[in-house]
């Protein structure tokens, strides 16, 4: 797999349906890897099982097309992760976890989500979508299981969305190409997984695990090289998890 240089081509909007969307317009054209698409507002915003990701206009919202080689794709998700982090751990003291595969928690608090939508067309295309909770407020109740929060909120001052957004590009840029060229160990991002080493209760269909349940816990043992998650169940019995698996 060659070098992957990012931001080769931006598109900025103001307001759009959401930044995957118009990826996937781009890539009915055959656009090049590498491009970014920006927004500041989207109107139909999304997560993972098809949340929605709500912006006041203060949040960093943007996607990344890639043309990775299959044996990257289920890894795009965590190594984005693992890039945001990173670049918060600039910002700030509080401790930074990465729940697998998507998120990125701050104090326990959703700071992040990253959502993957894979195409194929004459090439095969991923592309990364990435929300960051930048200076908009969250001091408000949810009813998630994790609540959210914003960089403002934790560092008590407001930064340009625009400058973490370059920050993230290149970061991902450097982190994903010294991966594939085995700078950067798979065990260097398992070290950052919320719940490593401990139980957790996941929502899943695998059925193979166990055919009724549907809350099951786990205890998370580490993260493997496809970027699969190794778990362990009360009777020790060993599984890997992929994300598809995984309905929370």
């Known amino acids: ?6 931001g080769k081509k931006v598109y ?3 307001k759009v349906t959401s930044t995957m969307d118009v990826s996937k317009r781009l890539i009915s054209n055959q656009v090049d890897e590498g491009t970014v698409v920006v927004s500041k ?11 929605e990701w709500h912006s006041e206009g ?6 990344l097309i890639l043309k990775p080689d299959d044996k990257y794709i289920n890894l795009l998700s965590v190594l984005t992760a693992f890039s945001i982090s990173k670049v918060l751990e600039k910002f700030i003291d509080t401790e930074i976890k990465i729940k697998w595969p998507n998120d990125v928690l701050v104090g326990g608090k959703k700071i992040s989500g990253v959502l993957i939508e894979n195409y194929i067309k004459e090439e095969n295309y991923s592309v990364i979508g990435i929300g960051i909770n930048v200076n908009s407020n969250h001091n408000r109740n949810n009813s998630f299981i994790y609540p959210s929060v914003s960089l403002k909120e934790v560092i008590k001052r407001e930064i340009s969305t625009y400058e973490l957004i370059n920050h993230i590009i290149l970061a991902f840029e450097n982190d994903l190409n010294d991966y594939i060229a085995g700078k950067i160990k798979i065990s260097e991002i398992s070290n950052k997984l919320f719940g490593l080493n401990q139980k957790l209760t996941f929502r899943t269909n695998y059925k193979a695990l166990d055919k009724k349940a549907k809350n099951s816990e786990y205890k998370i043992i580490k993260l493997n090289d496809d970027g699969t ?3 362990s169940d009360n009777q020790c019995n060993k599984f890997s998890l992929n994300a598809s698996e995984i309905v929370i």
């Open 58 to 63: 203060k949040d960093a919202l943007f996607s």
């Open 12 to 14: 900025i909007f103001e």
């Open 229 to 231: 998650l190794l778990v």
């Open 41 to 51: 507002f989207q109107t139909n915003g999304r997560g993972s099982n098809k949340r």
């Open 1 to 6: 797999m060659n070098k992957i240089y990012l």
